[in-house]
Nanobody, 128 residues
Framework: VQLQASGGGLVQAGGSLRLSCVASGAAFSKYVMAWFRQAPGKEREFMSSVTWNGGRTSSADSVKGRFTTSRDNAKNTVYLQMNGLKSEDTAVYYC??????????????????????WGQGTLVTVSS
């Protein structure tokens, strides 16, 4: 699976962006998809994930109520809608895919090591 993220850019605090990640290859619907981010000088951080059919999502506490993840399996695409952006949201955002079947909600899918494939990242810069 190859992942191509897009949609990053420069936005003012309080604004919105929608990131997209298109997957190539077969069986997109068999992967749990997630978004992570990494700010300069910081470790990679889990943002959100979505189950195989899009029925359930999980988000980090820092973005709950502001960021929403969804997917369109017909388009092999996962989205991250980001609203109410803050300067501390400035980071490179990565989409990822996990083909490992585990119980969703167990905490497995918030770990970067649980993901097999990663996109190249898209930079989001929030100006205050």
């Amino acid at each position: 699976v190859q992942l191509q993220a897009s949609g990053g850019g420069l936005v003012q605090a309080g604004g919105s962006l929608r990131l997209s990640c298109v997957a190539s290859g077969a069986a997109f619907s068999k992967y749990v998809m997630a978004w992570f981010r990494q700010a300069p000088g910081k470790e990679r951080e889990f943002m959100s994930s979505v189950t195989w059919n899009g029925g359930r999502t999980s988000s980090a506490d820092s973005v709950k109520g502001r960021f929403t993840t969804s997917r369109d399996n017909a388009k092999n695409t996962v989205y991250l809608q980001m609203n109410g952006l803050k300067s501390e949201d400035t980071a490179v955002y990565y989409c990822s895919a996990s083909g490992r079947p585990r119980a969703y909600g167990s905490g497995y899918y918030i770990k970067g090591a649980s993901y097999d494939y990663w996109g190249q990242g898209t930079l989001v810069t929030v100006s205050s």
